[in-house]
């Protein structure tokens, strides 16, 4: 099981960047998909979480700028990211609830991440 992210790069303040994260793997299922951040010298934060009915839920730091949504087909998660400001400079990385069957056939849940894309608002 792995978690494939993209999208990261250089935006002006008040710019937009869309992030993704595509899992891939031999997947029963995926419940919660989160995007976290860290910026040097900071613990991860969680900004943004999805369940797999589609309910987000987001940190105070972002809310109205940032938007989370999945394609279930897909097995991807998406951060549309909005109305951008230096302080949301960071590596954002993303998180996924699996499930897998493994060669014995047993459930096996996994907490998957992604390799981290770094995001960078400056002028």
Partial sequence: VQLQASGGGFVQPGG???LSCAASGIISRIDAMRWYRQAPGTQ???V???TSGGVA?????????????????KRTVYLQMNSLKPEDTAVYYCNAEV?????????????????GTQVTVSS
Avoid at 57 to 73: C, H, L, Q
């Fill in 16 to 18: 937009s960047l869309r």
């Fill in 44 to 46: 991860r934060e969680l």
């Fill in 48 to 50: 943004a979480a999805i």
């Fill in 57 to 73: 839920n987001y940190a105070d730091s972002v809310k109205g700028r940032f938007t989370i949504s999945r394609d279930n087909a």
């Fill in 99 to 115: 499930l897998y069957y493994n060669s014995d056939d047993a459930p096996v849940a996994l907490n998957a991440w992604g390799q």
